[in-house]
């Protein structure tokens, strides 16, 4: 998700470039230009969130499986510890925003939306500081909680992402 995230920047700044446009970095919505020629920014934006969105998934049903096993209670009850399960939902709500928003910012171009554009922008923002905030904290968690009952496997795997 990362690269293609760069090299959507790279991309749609070369294009900034070779338009004519003044060399000094763009704000990041303008790399899209007005919507003409080839949509690198729309499409690029568009795959990223995709891929982050695959990429979040994942560290949230892991997340929720190491809770379950931080319980003992691996049959449907109330995963891990109380604190854990307010901020296992936070993060995971904040992770649909942030992809959510993403997805909103590559469909509507600045030009068009202005406003929406620029509140998405806003939402990435928070949406990805509460989410990297919540991440820390149950990643805390996880190491200071004495787990009931994890395999070697588990207790290896970085559990910190």
Partial sequence: AILVFVATLCLS?????????MPLLPFLSELDLDGRGPHIFRIGFFVTAVLLAVWLAHIQMVRHGVLLLMSGNASGGPPGRRWMQLLYAGTTFAAIMLVCALVVIAVLP?????????SCWA??????ALWTAGSFWLSRGYAVEPPIRLSMHVRAAPLWV
């Fill in 13 to 21: 700044y070369v294009r900034w470039l070779r338009v004519g446009c």
């Fill in 110 to 118: 600045w030009h068009t939306k202005f406003l929406v554009h620029s």
């Fill in 123 to 128: 939402v990435v923002v928070w949406a990805g």
